[in-house]
């Protein structure tokens, strides 16, 4: 089974034409119906309508009709509905209640942005010359989506359904509570983390480099101090560079630079991670509201209203 690329989320909010706002500012284009694009990876963000936030879809990009017909096969043999139509297969993890749905379509080739020239000990990348970082005007557009985090009530079942049945990649564990998955050469493309609800914990887009994640938050902190959640920092898991801000329905949105590639399999060992390797390499100590987000008692509140 051969999953090549994280295409697009939904995501649903209940105050829509303000969170389409948000993203427009952090750097992502509208091209209408509610969807908008990265520079390099096209339509990834489609915000929709939705009484509390919550990741309503992720699409997957695959190779063949043979991988829906695989998945189709792991889907049944697990007990999960499925739904076929053409070249798309969609199934709902029922706890989350995000929709998978594995697409065949073409694979994002990025054309590969020329490397920030940095100087360091006895090496002079650049020299009589300031740094690209505080040259740049541009404003930061993300190239593509990274990945999604989701939490779940149910960890086992949403491991059986994105690994087993859809063949998602294990890349890392955070011990007793949380996996790391990819669908394509990222370490993740989706990390799946025990809660005590099911919610959606943040989307991440990939910028440039360093100084792409510094500009772009600091531009989006200049008027708006309140959306800072946290960084700068640095991951163990992925070793990317983030920095963590909050839209206005309360979703997390995450800029990243220089993730961790994993193109063959065999060369990369996952590890579980324990303490707070699972979270972080350097950066400021988290805050709470980053691992228990302030909206988590009302999002359960209306979790247990609308089951009941
Ligand atoms: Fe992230």
Partial sequence: MTLHRLSSVSVGVPNV?????YYREFGLTSVGEGW?????????????HSPTRRLVEMIIGVDSADDLDGAAAALARAGFAHHREGHRLSAVEK???VRATLQVEPHLTQR??????????????????RAPGVLRTERVMPRKLGH??????DFGQARLFFTDCLGFKVSDHIKDA??????????????VLAAPLSFLHHTSWQV????????GAYTMLEHHPERHVWGLGRHYAGSNFFWYLKDPAGNFSEYYSDMDCIVEDQLWAPEVLEGAKGLFS?????????????????????SHATSS
């Fill in 17 to 21: 034409t303000e969170t389409i706002a």
């Fill in 208 to 215: 440039d480099d360093i100084d792409d994640v510094g500009r």
């Fill in 95 to 97: 706890t989350t209640g």
């Fill in 36 to 48: 908008l694009s990265t520079r390099d990876g096209g339509r990834q963000l489609h915000i929709v």
């Fill in 112 to 129: 590969p942005v020329v490397a920030t020239p940095y100087n360091g000990p006895g090496r002079y990348e650049r020299q009589a010359q």
């Fill in 282 to 302: 350097w950066g400021p100590p988290p805050p709470p509201s980053f691992l228990h987000p302030d909206d988590l008692a009302d999002l359960m509140t209306s």
């Fill in 178 to 191: 949380g996996i790391f998955l990819r669908c394509s050469n990222d370490h993740h493309n989706l990390l």
């Fill in 148 to 153: 999604a985090v989701i939490g779940t009530s």
